[in-house]
């Protein structure tokens, strides 16, 4: 494997403008990641900071003990016990076979940044997945895109009800999980790998108590080997450790959400749009009774937290009670999880996607007013894989992968069809056209002398012989590229492989197209490449 980098531009503009480091962005987070000793500076500010490590290390380990414990995920457990010990953690839903690329680059990212912190810092720097099982967004996680008749089509498993569960709270159907995985293999070329895989897969299920658990399973195995810790933000364990912090944000609530509000307006006020939805109601805790997640509002007037569009209602000493004695009917919004981690971690950066990093940047204040500052954001790696067989086309085609990345194949496949196309035929086309435009035109006018009434007929018959004109003209188009289906197979195969439904690969790809192909080892080839955090998109050639 070979990595190539380049600047491809951003989709999103916020993300763009802060990995540009441009100081307007910048002054929206607590940290500069063009400051030359920016870890040094925070890792210095963490170690001021007291942790219940003991708490954190039995919870994760009680936790991961079901997926197998390898001696480097046991090593980093003992590790994270010590003071001097930080983190480089991010998170995602607890996708189907990991869902789409970008997890995996983001995992990728969390461990290859921890290791090169720890080599630059001389401290020990370990990795964290934070893994969203309490999100209940099911629609977000139950499919994968799997290619068929050369076009890429959802996937889904139907099995989920619509409900407002916690994803960890979701049980697998084992039955129906395995004519799944049976169907989405069925799509995936058949390899000396893909049994071998498929009875993994199989076990991972019948050993699953939930999604969040299928997923996990798949991750430890895939990078448990890289000392890669794993937390379920849904884990009643997890979440009984939390119980303090919790009461510090019920207290905080109110002060909580007008800081928000305030830098949202900040935000605002240099152009950029907010992204969390916010009003002055907003807790931003969810009450969650094993069935029904609901956010909470607070009513200022009965001065009463409530279930919104429900009956459910709290005094405060009620959910202050609740925090004590049953975190684990709480849950974190997105304003308030990334307090929660902190709270939880001695987090020296976070991984963030670009969607995370705009919301991010609205929270710097309420950060503030629990006396906390945010942690180093790091932009997760944006990778592309080409396979040799798509790097074989392009050459073959002779498109330059940059335009294969940004635009797709479309307008360079039509370069080759104009080439390739009888320019005298078409000319003859244009030509006939132009003059049946203009014939018909003059019979209708004449023949509207005679009889006005006809006028629709006549019109209606202009459009019938264009319509027959341009099919005719159509079919001598399927017949170039017919002629010439080979060249233009390759072009559907660059589009599918570097830019599938028009995106980028990684939205769409999962990670067991290449495993499938490769073998487990693919991961390994991966995690050998020198690949660093910055603003690059990154080009592996295999």
């Known amino acids: 494997m070979e990595i190539k980098e380049v600047v491809l531009p951003s989709i999103n503009k916020f993300a763009s403008d802060y990995m540009k480091g441009l100081p307007l962005v910048q002054d929206f987070f607590h940290y500069d990641l063009r400051e030359v000793n920016v870890y040094e500076k925070r890792y210095y500010e963490l170690m001021e900071r007291p942790y219940n490590r003991k708490g954190l290390v039995e919870t994760i380990e009680l936790y991961m003990?079901?997926?197998?414990?390898?001696?480097?995920?046991?090593?980093?457990?003992?590790?994270?016990?010590?003071?001097?010990?930080?983190?480089?953690?991010?998170?995602?839903?607890?996708?189907?076979?990991?869902g789409p690329l970008y997890t995996i680059h983001k995992v990728i990212s969390i461990i290859k940044l921890a290791k090169e912190q720890e080599r630059m810092l001389q401290k020990p720097v370990i990795p964290v997945f934070w893994i969203a099982g309490e999100d209940h967004d099911i629609d977000e996680i139950n499919h994968v895109f799997v290619e068929h008749d050369e076009v890429y089509k959802k996937k889904t498993y139907h099995s989920f009800l619509q409900s407002k569960l916690m994803v960890s709270d979701v049980e697998l159907n084992q039955e129906m999980m395995d004519k799944w995985l049976e169907e989405v293999f069925l799509c995936l070329d058949e390899t000396e790998y893909s049994n071998v895989l498929l009875d993994k897969l199989k076990n991972y299920v019948k050993a699953a108590s939930s999604i969040t658990d299928f997923f996990s399973y798949i991750i430890n195995e895939l990078f448990g080997h890289y000392g890669l810790l794993l937390v379920d933000s849904a884990d009643k364990g997890f979440r009984g450790i939390q119980s303090e912090f919790f009461e510090t944000l019920i207290l905080q609530?109110?002060?909580?959400?007008?800081?928000?509000?305030?830098?949202?307006?900040?935000?605002?006020n240099n152009g950029y749009a907010s992204v969390i939805e916010m009003d002055s109601n907003n807790a931003n805790l969810f009450y969650y009774d094993q069935s029904d997640r609901l956010l909470l509002e607070f009513d200022e007037e009965a001065n009463l937290f409530k279930g919104k569009n429900s009956t459910l209602q709290f005094s405060k000493d009620d959910l202050l009670e609740l925090a004590r004695k049953q975190p684990e009917n709480l849950s974190n919004n997105v304003v308030t999880r990334p307090m929660m981690q902190e709270h939880l971690f001695p987090v020296l950066a976070f991984i963030s996607g670009p969607g995370e990093m705009a919301y991010w940047s609205e929270l710097k204040q309420a950060f503030e007013q629990i006396q906390m500052k945010m942690p180093i954001i790091v932009p997760r790696m944006n990778l592309t894989i080409v396979e040799k067989k798509i790097n074989k086309d392009l050459i073959d085609v002779d498109i330059d992968i940059y335009e294969a990345l940004v635009q797709g194949t479309e307008q360079a496949k039509k370069r080759f069809l104009a080439v390739v196309a009888d320019e005298s035929l078409n000319e003859l086309y244009i030509k006939m056209e132009q003059q049946f435009s203009h014939n018909h035109q003059l019979f209708t006018e004449a023949?509207?002398?005679?009889?006005?009434?006809?006028?629709?007929?006549?019109?209606?018959?202009?459009?019938?012989?264009?319509?027959?004109?341009?099919f005719i003209n159509e079919k001598l188009q399927q017949s170039v590229e017919?002629?010439?289906?080979?060249?233009?197979?390759?072009?559907?195969?660059?589009?599918?492989?570097?830019?599938?439904?028009?995106?980028?690969?990684?939205?769409?790809?999962?990670?067991?197209?290449?495993?499938?192909?490769?073998?487990?080892?693919?991961?390994?080839?991966?995690?050998?490449?020198?690949?660093?955090a910055n603003p690059y998109h990154k080009i592996i050639m295999m």
């Open 65 to 98: 003990a079901k997926f197998g414990i390898s001696k480097e995920v046991r090593f980093n457990l003992e590790r994270l016990k010590d003071d001097d010990a930080v983190v480089v953690i991010g998170g995602q839903q607890a996708g189907l076979l990991t």
């Open 482 to 532: 017919h002629k010439h289906q080979q060249t233009i197979m390759k072009y559907q195969r660059i589009e599918n492989a570097l830019r599938p439904l028009n995106g980028p690969q990684e939205r769409t790809l999962n990670i067991f197209y290449f495993l499938n192909r490769y073998g487990q080892g693919f991961i390994d080839d991966l995690m050998d490449l020198d690949l660093v």
């Open 253 to 268: 609530h109110q002060k909580i959400n007008q800081a928000v509000r305030n830098q949202q307006e900040k935000i605002r």
């Open 447 to 470: 023949a509207k002398m005679v009889d006005p009434s006809l006028a629709p007929l006549l019109k209606k018959n202009a459009l019938i012989i264009q319509k027959q004109m341009q």
